[in-house]
């Protein structure tokens, strides 16, 4: 048995052998005595039937006391740890929750943070475009208006040179040849070439 069996063992019996002489003492109105009254007998007696009572208790009713008393103990220290398995559990669980919340709130971050540079790279880029465009059709203007120019002063000098040969074919009173046309041409253009450079100084 155990530590805790003899201990309740003890207990019962120091209970019995407490109540026994209650038992054996005569009775409070001064009648019969009680059945225990006397000497040395007597306490051989009681002795004899305290020990049968404490066989008969060890051998039927403690047993299934203790028996009892041992499956409390186990379960109650059975709970005790499942309480404690639980709690060890809970906490680890609450650990791992709140790092999956850290590392959520970590990676929402690195989105945000993410999301705003390429923003950023988006604009710049497109700024950029957006000048390069710019600048390559303010660059086609201008090429387009220095061909225009080109086109229309060349047709100006045509036209200079045409109406230069008819004028002076009417005041000669003749047809030019094919060499004085040319050469006709070519005087007219340099006077009006030398006079638009005057012009423009």
């Known amino acids: 048995m155990t530590p805790r069996t003899h201990a309740a063992l003890i207990a019962a019996a120091a209970a019995l052998g407490g109540a026994l002489p209650a038992l054996a003492a005569p009775a409070a109105d001064g009648h019969a005595p009680g059945i225990f ?30 028996r009892t008393l041992n499956e409390r103990e186990k379960s109650i220290r059975e709970s005790i740890e499942s309480a404690h398995r639980r709690n060890d559990e809970a906490a680890a669980l609450l650990k791992k929750h709140q790092e999956l919340i850290d590392k959520a709130r970590a990676d929402a971050t690195a989105i945000v943070e993410e999301g705003r540079r390429d923003g950023e790279d988006t604009r710049r880029r497109m700024a950029d475009e957006a000048r390069r465009e710019a600048d390559e059709t303010v660059a086609r203007a201008k090429r387009e208006i220095e061909l225009a120019t080109q086109a229309a002063v ?46 423009s100084n």
């Open 37 to 66: 009254e006397g000497g040395l007998g007597n306490a051989i007696v009681q002795m004899i039937i305290f020990g049968a009572v404490v066989l008969i208790l060890g051998r039927t009713a403690w047993p299934m006391i203790i």
């Open 154 to 199: 060349k047709e100006l000098y045509d036209r200079t040179a045409e109406l230069s040969v008819q004028i002076a074919g009417g005041i000669v009173g003749k047809a030019l040849s094919p060499d004085d046309h040319r050469a006709l041409v070519a005087q007219s253009i340099e006077r009006m070439t030398a006079a638009r450079r005057a012009g």
